[in-house]
């Protein structure tokens, strides 16, 4: 079964310009964490030896406000968003999430929608549908749970979670999409019953390649089950036929039974990543802003906030970024191709971190001010690319950059 080919064609979801890179790639999606805490320990995100009892979690001054989330999601709109996501951590561990999906519906014309591991979904459903959400996605790596509890090392039950899905359709959070992340050796035979459950119920599942999302998950190549390897096992079973993406940039690869009852996604992170298309970028929990799931350093957007910046200036910042990226990659780099995480640095240039969205970082610099530093970033043609980077780029620790793995 093979997978569509992924090319680096340019993409302008939203219609704007501002944000493009050097590969023509616009932010169309916005990832905003809002919690770095999970009441999951998935072994492959937050593996309970790392985050344990005794780590230091964001203390509440250090996280985004409702407020500041809205100035940001409003300016990131103006630029052509047109999605923004609300992850963790595990988003519904933050208190009255309502009153900000209440406070995103304020602005036009975007979807806004939510990742949990569902949870606690049953019991928010209505109050999120009610403040103005439009749909969930819902990390589900199993059906039984002595499988799911290895996958995410919780004592919630499955049960709980389906509960949860119910309760999303029931209050109209619709279409509900399921993402099962596949783990070779450990889930990989939960594959067929999952499709065969969300199959006979017209829900979508989408696999996802076991990927390497930090230091901590101890990825090995050899546990990823390759996207089409997932695809061929079910066709096996249910004949799939592929289908069209949805909207340009969609990660999943897409196949409709070939019965005609539901479709799944299957997305080959690892094995056929889609960096040339991506749309995507990620606000951690602390307020950095990073344009690639592997980058290793944010943009501070949060001392920017908390300096007094205006919106305007918040926009020219957030809009700055595409060309300040575009002088790094041509001073840094000759190749006009972006690949997924470590793969991005021909050569393997030593000391240069992984990057991706066209840009390598290198270790730690000095920081300055995101304020002070507005100027040098829409004028990136005046700055050396080192001193640039060093100013707009703040390494993460494991505990302050954490985004929900699926
Ligand atoms: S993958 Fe998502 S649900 Fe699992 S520990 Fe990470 S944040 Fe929690």
Known sequence: MRLAARGAAPVTPGGASSTADRLGRTLGDLRISVTDRCNFRCRYCMPREVFGPKHDFLPNGEILNFEEITRLARAAANLGVRK??????EPLLRRELEILVESLRGIDGIEITLTTNGALLARKAEALRTAGLDRVTVSLDALDDATFWRMTDSRFRVSRVLEGIGAAIDV?????KVNMVVRRGVNEQAVLPMARYFKERGQILRFIEFMDVGETNRWRRDEVMAAEEIAELIDAEMPLTPAPPTYPGEVANRFRYSDGLGEIGVIASVTQPFCGSCTRARIS??????????ASRGHDVKALLREGADDDEVGAFLAGLGPALRSLL??????SSCTQGRDVVPGGLTGWTRGCKGFVMRSPGRLGSPRANLNSTLKPSARSSTSLESQHTTAASGSTRRFCAT
Request: proline share 4%; aromatic share 8%.
């Open 172 to 176: 109209g959070l619709t279409p509900v």
């Open 330 to 335: 041509r001073s840094s780099r000759g190749g």
């Open 84 to 89: 923004i996501r609300l992850t963790g951590g």
């Open 285 to 294: 929990a602390d307020g950095r802003l990073y344009t690639c799931l592997f």
